[in-house]
T-cell receptor, first 115, second 112 residues
Framework: GAGVSQSPRYKVAKRGQDVALRCDPISGHVSLFWYQQALGQGPEFLTYFQNEAQLDKSGLPSDRFFAERPEGSVSTLKIQRTQQEDSAVYLC?????????????FGPGTRLLVL | DQQVKQNSPSLSVQEGRISILNCDYTNSMFDYFLWYKKYPAEGPTFLISISSIKDKNEDGRFTVFLNKSAKHLSLHIVPSQPGDSAVYFCAASDNYGQNFVFGPGTRLSVLP
């Protein structure tokens, strides 16, 4: 019974570098969420997928952030030209059905540090 | 402006006593509320939820109370156990459930 997995667990990037963060949701889960959690804060919503469709990307902080889920399973969050303010833990969550009022199961997160 | 507030950054409680964690929200469109628990280096784990049509939901040692007129909810843990020591996040959503807003969290320490 695998849960949500994320890779890498830790990433150090130089300012200006592009990074890609991967999320493997629980098999068969329709909904997938990305969150950004700054130090000492709660997770902040970034984007939501229902299968392969990105239904809400209102939380993405800039056009440097891009997410995809091309086959409705694995998702990648890409950050281009990273800035120091992008340093945070990036959390992925999945839920069984659409709409998200289901229980969300979170991965352990990827801690990104931009120097 | 924070839509979900948890005004106590930390709380210490003796083992066996009641822990009460509070959460306030400002958006009257929120209809569904959740509590998550988070241990270090792990993702948040769902604990309990409540929809706005109810004022109380209970699951074992955990009870969530919702006062919609005051835009306030609370999580009660009775009796508190050392394993309950974690950061607790309150989260809220409208009834579409696609965009969850989290509070900043309260760190609970249960002392043996």
């Amino acid at each position: 019974g695998a849960g949500v997995s994320q890779s890498p667990r830790y990433k150090v990037a130089k300012r200006g570098q592009d990074v890609a963060l991967r999320c493997d949701p629980i098999s068969g889960h329709v909904s997938l969420f990305w969150y950004q959690q700054a130090l000492g804060q709660g997770p902040e919503f970034l984007t939501y997928f229902q299968n392969e469709a990105q239904l809400d990307k209102s939380g993405l902080p800039s056009d440097r952030f891009f997410a995809e889920r091309p086959e409705g399973s694995v998702s990648t969050l890409k950050i281009q030209r990273t800035q120091q303010e992008d340093s945070a833990v990036y959390l992925c969550a999945s839920s069984l059905r659409a709409g998200g009022l289901e229980t969300q199961y979170f991965g352990p997160g990827t801690r990104l540090l931009v120097l | 402006d924070q839509q979900v507030k948890q005004n106590s950054p930390s709380l210490s409680v003796q083992e066996g006593r009641i822990s009460i964690l509070n959460c306030d929200y400002t958006n009257s469109m929120f209809d569904y509320f959740l509590w998550y628990k988070k241990y270090p280096a792990e993702g948040p784990t769902f604990l309990i939820s409540i929809s706005s049509i109810k004022d109380k939901n209970e699951d074992g040692r955990f009870t969530v109370f919702l006062n919609k007129s005051a835009k306030h909810l609370s999580l009660h843990i009775v009796p508190s156990q050392p394993g309950d020591s974690a950061v607790y996040f309150c989260a809220a959503s409208d009834n579409y459930g696609q965009n969850f807003v989290f509070g900043p969290g309260t760190r609970l320490s249960v002392l043996p």
